[in-house]
């Protein structure tokens, strides 16, 4: 375990909070989405959340009575902790610390950020002390998440407004152009004003397909998400009918859920169609790959919100990567990795699947990159 930080106690209370009282709060653990438990000084379980138990793989009776410690991989900072807190030396210590493999099934330990906080007070065998482990992972991406939904905000305020103001003057543009070239007697420049009215009319179905997501309305319906990605898939083999490989890795389990599902087939869409652009050496060399995958999610925070089920839609490609100078803005609007793209697909895309209250991740390498769209679930 590193480094903690702790937060001044407050003066004990002068009478002890009964054990009978503590029962009442814990049902509402149950409805966290990080780990929760409540031990008591010596590190002996006491109460194990939901959360836990997902995350872990650990049933909680198994591990009511048994001592935390030995889940760490360097247990004395925890220790010294829980001690420290039980004294009433801190209301409030953090750690980080590392969870011994065994318990998440995977090689590596799991890094965490431990909080202790004092829930009990009087005698020391009537103490109880409240352990939260945050992922370290889940942390960054909760705070990504949380930045992400603050810029798509600020975004669409700023496309709506830039939009309406281009409109105007676009108009009088091609109006005036297409009145000077009834009035021109030398005919070859005409040209010229065709010219101005072909580029305004270019910019005009650019700032229509900006304003589309703000236009559209949100036709909710029953949603099958593997029709979806089979109405992708049949769209993405009729433009890329050789080199390209979509395989499909469904969890048919999955059940419907309600949506707009031709906006959700746009989104997937997107992501799909630039995923095949960007695989084209690969299409060339015959051996791209574009997968797409579905899986069920539980306990899971979207934009601030706790779900017990959600969608997980994985889109995967064998390409080159996307380009580590855009990767953090892949999906702010006008953005795009490729020479004459328009940097709106990605753009709708999170638009659209933010209209389902859900959210799309992207990790990218050279040889891998995987868009996570996540849908809640009743």
Known sequence: ?????????????????????????????????????????????????????????????????????????????????????????????RLQGELRRHLHGTGEPLPVQVIVTRIGSGMEQAQRLLVELVEVEQQ???????????????????????????????????????????????????????????????????????LAPHRRPHVVGDVNIHEVCERVRSLILAEFPKGLRVQRDYDTSLP?????????IQAVLNIAHNAAQALSERIASGDAVLILRTRVARRVTINRQLHRLALVLHIEDN??????????????????????????GLTLAQTFVQQHQGTIECESEPGRTVFRILIPMP
């Open 140 to 210: 960054t991406r909760q705070e990504r998440e949380e930045r992400a939904l603050d810029q798509v905000q600020a975004n669409k305020e700023l496309i709506r407004n830039l939009a309406h103001e281009i409109k105007n003057p676009l108009g009088g543009i091609r109006g005036a152009a297409q009145l000077l070239q009834m009035e021109l007697e030398n005919k070859s420049l005409t040209e010229y004003t065709q010219v101005i009215i072909h580029e305004a009319d270019r910019l005009q179905s650019l700032v229509d397909r900006l």
């Open 256 to 264: 419907d859920f309600r949506g707009d599902r031709e906006q959700l």
């Open 1 to 93: 375990m590193t480094g903690h930080a702790h937060m001044p106690a407050q003066p004990m209370p002068a009478e002890p909070i009964p054990d009978a009282s503590l029962p009442e709060g814990l049902a509402a653990f149950d409805s966290l989405a990080t780990m929760v438990l409540v031990v008591a000084p010596d590190g002996r379980c006491l109460f194990a959340n939901a959360a836990l138990e997902e995350s872990l793989g650990l049933s909680r009776r198994s591990v009511l009575g048994e001592s935390v410690m030995d889940w760490f991989l360097d247990p004395k900072l925890f220790r010294d902790v829980l001690a420290a807190v039980a004294r009433n030396d801190f209301a409030t210590s």
């Open 319 to 344: 390409g080159p990567g996307i380009p580590q100078d855009i990767r953090d803005r892949v999906f702010y609007p006008l953005v795009s990795g490729r020479e004459g793209g328009s940097g709106l």
